[in-house]
């Protein structure tokens, strides 16, 4: 990274604010971090969406996720969610408070995307990025991933569904998103007919390297403006992380 001209000439900074808003009342932040050592993804971009005003410790306590950054996510507010929030999360948004990270403009997003895979929504829902600057950043990079838990909900669904897949915990969930037209990654103890499970887990293959779970993309548009070649089919895994048996009594509820 010490090499990029451009994130020279920015101070080397660590991460870049692409996006400041506002969900449910409360001002948010979504910061892209650029260097990471988490063993499952792979060292991707990772984007995060923070309030800007409550850290996010305080925020799970508060119950704030799912009414917030975490729409309609029912892991959320400590209810399963793997994502220990008092590390990475808390990290990123104390770096953010100190000014660690210069706004990046859409016009250069290609000087920091560029040959570079992307996790949309390391923390929080990806559907708070503009459809825009989602596109802008999915053209440039090499590849990511996503996920949307808000796809019943959120204006434009079909359209994040070309680059996130919908998040689904219960077969009635799975079923609903399936029939209308999304791919899934759906968290369960039961794998549903017809998934493959994350090669992360089935097969130690890191997202980087994977990028199943991006969206319909592949199979609706292999490249941007071609037609359809294939379908891909949709991810499962089994719930984890230190929530896990919260969130297993979440899958099962219907």
């Not at 990029?4 to 991460?15: C, E, I, M, Y």
């Not at 991810?235 to 899958?251: E, L, Q, Y």
Request: hydrophobic share 40%; net charge positive.
């Amino acid at each position: 990274m010490q090499s990029n001209p451009f994130l020279k000439s920015a101070g080397n900074p660590s991460g870049f604010v692409l996006h400041r808003g506002s969900v449910a009342g409360e001002p948010f932040v979504a910061v892209a971090t650029l260097e990471t050592d988490n063993r499952k993804t792979g060292n991707m971009v990772q984007v995060w969406f923070l309030l800007e005003n409550v850290n996010p410790v305080a925020a799970v306590l508060a119950r704030m996720g799912a009414r917030t950054i975490c729409r309609d996510c029912p892991f959320a507010a400590g209810n399963g969610c793997y994502v220990n929030v008092g590390q990475a999360p808390l990290a990123v948004w104390r770096a953010f408070h100190r000014g660690a990270y210069p706004t990046l403009q859409p016009a250069d997003f290609g000087h920091v995307f560029s040959g570079r895979k992307v996790r949309f929504g390391a923390y929080g829902n990806p559907t708070l990025l503009p459809l825009d600057l989602v596109e802008r950043i999915a053209r440039t990079s090499a590849g990511w991933t996503g996920y949307f838990h808000d796809w019943r909900t959120t204006p434009r669904a079909a359209d994040y569904g070309r680059f996130f897949m919908a998040s689904t915990e219960t077969r009635d969930s799975f079923r609903a998103a399936v029939a209308a037209g999304f791919r899934v990654f759906h968290v369960s103890l039961e794998k549903p007919a017809g998934t493959v499970e994350c090669m992360a887990d089935s097969a130690g293959i890191t997202c980087e390297k994977c990028r199943l779970c991006d969206g319909r993309f592949r199979s609706v548009a292999p490249a941007f403006g071609q037609q359809p070649t294939r379908t891909l089919p949709s991810v499962w895994i089994n719930p984890h992380g230190s929530k896990a048996g919260k969130a297993s009594a979440v899958a099962m509820a219907n």
